[in-house]
């Protein structure tokens, strides 16, 4: 079966400085790879995700990349704030089977 | 109101016990799923349900069974509970059939239920 690697599995860094979570897979058949972000005491909730035939995906200060070739895929944030203080997730998925496989998650802390 | 709910939120109980965790939502989705979460392991499959006559085993289902009463209720049991079954559990739902291409495979996760065996 498919499994998820993610990395690192905490990462510091300074308001306004960006961040990188980064993710590899392991079945080629994998089409689907969002990431979701875990607030304290709350359930994860998605926050961008990107089909295999697209390259790289943006929503304002987030954008996931993904190398099909390489099997990885990374979650970027940029001009980080303390609201982007959590877990988040990376998962991979086959098409219309909506299983997700995730990763073993990434505190990220955002320091003032 | 919350979309999807899970009780309870916390539960302590002993080794042995049975126990039951439940999930209702009010999406209409037909998918529904348990997961367990433990600190540096992420997020693990025990059972989907794609309706109401279909579960699956994921992942690790060994020691769970799951009930699927109706559409917007989906159950998890132990058994007898041992202390390394301590979790944090979710629920989630999907919907096969979306309004728009791009919440397709979206998960709806509940609040989660924190569970310890002792």
């Known amino acids: 079966g498919e499994n998820v690697e993610q990395h690192p599995s905490t990462l510091s860094v300074q308001e306004g400085d960006s961040a990188v979570i980064k993710c590899t897979y392991s079945?080629?058949?994998?089409?689907?790879f969002p990431w979701y972000k875990q607030e304290l005491g709350k359930g994860p909730q998605l926050i961008i995700d990107?089909?295999?035939?697209?390259g790289e995906k943006k929503d304002q200060r987030i954008a996931v990349t993904l190398n099909k070739t390489a099997k990885h895929f990374s979650l970027h944030i940029t001009e980080t704030q303390p609201e982007d203080s959590a877990v988040y997730f990376c998962?991979?998925?086959?098409?219309?089977?909506?299983?997700?496989?995730f990763g073993t998650g990434t505190r990220l802390q955002v320091t003032l | 109101d919350a979309d999807v709910t899970q009780t309870p939120r916390n539960r302590i109980t002993k080794t042995g016990k049975r126990i039951m965790l439940e999930c209702s939502q009010t999406?209409?989705?037909?998918?529904m799923y348990w997961y367990r979460q433990d600190p540096g392991l992420g997020l693990r499959l025990i059972y989907y349900?794609?309706?109401?006559?279909?579960?699956n085993k994921g992942e690790i289902s060994d020691g769970y069974s799951v009930s699927r009463q109706a559409q917007a209720k989906f159950s998890l049991s132990l058994e007898s509970a041992i202390p390394n079954q301590t979790a944090l559990y979710f629920c989630?739902?999907?919907?096969?059939?979306?309004?728009?291409?791009?919440?397709?495979?979206?998960?709806?996760f509940g609040p989660g239920t924190r569970l310890t065996v002792l």
């Open positions: 989630a739902t999907s919907d096969p059939n979306p309004p728009s291409e791009s919440s397709y495979n979206e998960q709806f």
């Open positions: 079945d080629s058949a994998s089409n689907y």
């Open positions: 990107i089909r295999s035939n697209v």
């Open positions: 998962a991979a998925s086959t098409g219309t089977a909506s299983k997700l496989t």
């Open positions: 999406k209409g989705h037909d998918r």
């Open positions: 349900s794609f309706d109401v006559k279909d579960i």
